[in-house]
């Protein structure tokens, strides 16, 4: 594990980036009839700007593009699509961070084709490797971000791709990385739970 190849984002500072991102829209001026989100990663950021810019029209779309960290599939599949029209509708598609961009690519030529009047973008984060650029993105960065409604998922990855050191030695790299201690705590304790019952 190299630390200096993560990005590990607090809440509070989720919660401002989203902010930020908000403040994008107004002052751009920009008005839409739905917001998108893109599940999983984009359900947070759409939640919080959907308060701040008091938009009640949600819609969600799943896409399965991501295995592992930092690796995909060939291709992102639109697992759930929307079960209503957006023809003729201004929407804003929102995610936490276009890193490829098939994912956002995907979606935005999705909606185009369902008769979307404008599909903007936003995005928290950007990666400058992305084939897709967000309308709106708030921080650009080549790291590999971990979000905080992620920490589990992300932990238990790295843990089996290290599952051949010593605990300790694991859990002083993941709080080396800059996870919470009490979270890599958590993590370790349930898993290592989990094997010792798959042993009986």
């Not at 961009?101 to 185009?112: A, D, I, R």
């Amino acid at each position: 594990m190299n630390e200096s190849e993560f990005e590990i984002i607090d809440w509070q500072t989720f919660y401002s980036l989203c902010l930020e991102a908000a403040d994008m829209i107004r002052r751009n001026k920009k008005s839409y009839d739905a917001f998108v989100g893109i599940s999983r990663g984009g359900l947070v950021p759409l939640r919080i700007l959907s308060d701040e810019l008091e938009q009640e029209n949600l819609f969600v779309i799943r896409v399965v593009f991501y295995e592992d960290i930092k690796k995909t599939a060939t291709e992102p599949v639109i697992k759930d699509d929307l079960k209503t029209s957006v023809n003729g509708l201004r929407l804003l598609v929102i995610d936490d961070v276009a890193d490829s961009g098939k994912s956002l690519k995907k979606v935005l030529e999705y909606l185009k084709n369902a008769g979307a009047k404008e599909v903007d973008s936003l995005t928290i984060f950007y990666k400058p490797h992305s084939e897709t650029i967000p309308t709106f993105y708030v921080r650009t960065t080549k790291k590999w971000i971990v979000f905080p409604h992620e920490r589990r998922e992300t932990i238990l990855k790295l843990i089996e791709k290290e599952k051949n050191k010593p605990v300790e030695k694991i859990r002083e790299d993941l709080i080396n990385i800059g996870f919470e201690p009490y979270i890599v705590d958590r993590v370790l304790t349930s898993t290592l739970k989990k094997r010792t019952e798959n042993m009986f």
